[in-house]
């Protein structure tokens, strides 16, 4: 039973940063997924696939996983590259990068 801590990054319907500022801590799959012959739904009898706990801070889901003596993974966040550009600069004369439609 092995755990992964990560700061979830946001999803494609999200312009803003909620929801990226607490650590998740979910478990890794142990049990293969299988095949449901007579419906065809993929399923799992592995039950701790459903459970996501989160945390403040990594240090805290750090304390949680040795308190309760479980194997974890961090996953650090990648830095974030700020670029600010107003609608105005696409269509600058000295514009550095090529014009695309």
Same mark, same amino acid.
């Given at each position: 039973?092995?755990?992964?801590?990560? $700061? *979830?990054?946001?999803?494609?319907?999200?312009?803003?940063?909620?929801?990226?500022?607490?650590?998740?801590?979910?478990? =890794?799959? =142990?049990? *293969?997924?299988?095949?449901?012959?007579?419906?065809? @739904?993929?399923?799992?009898? !592995?039950?701790?696939?459903?459970?996501?706990?989160?945390? !403040?801070?990594? &240090?805290?889901? $750090?304390? @949680?996983?040795?308190? #309760?003596?479980?194997? @974890?993974?961090?996953? &650090? *966040?990648? =830095?974030?590259?700020?670029?600010?550009?107003? @609608?105005? !600069?696409?269509?600058?004369?000295?514009?550095? &990068?090529?014009?695309? #439609?």
């Amino acid at each position: 039973m092995t755990a992964r801590i990560y $700061i *979830p990054s946001r999803t494609a319907m999200q312009s803003g940063q909620a929801k990226t500022k607490q650590w998740v801590l979910t478990y =890794e799959q =142990e049990r *293969p997924r299988g095949v449901e012959p007579l419906m065809g @739904y993929t399923s799992s009898t !592995d039950m701790l696939q459903q459970v996501q706990l989160s945390f !403040d801070t990594k &240090e805290e889901a $750090i304390a @949680y996983c040795t308190r #309760h003596g479980i194997a @974890y993974r961090v996953s &650090e *966040p990648k =830095e974030k590259k700020a670029k600010r550009m107003s @609608y105005s !600069d696409n269509f600058k004369f000295n514009r550095v &990068e090529s014009w695309t #439609h």
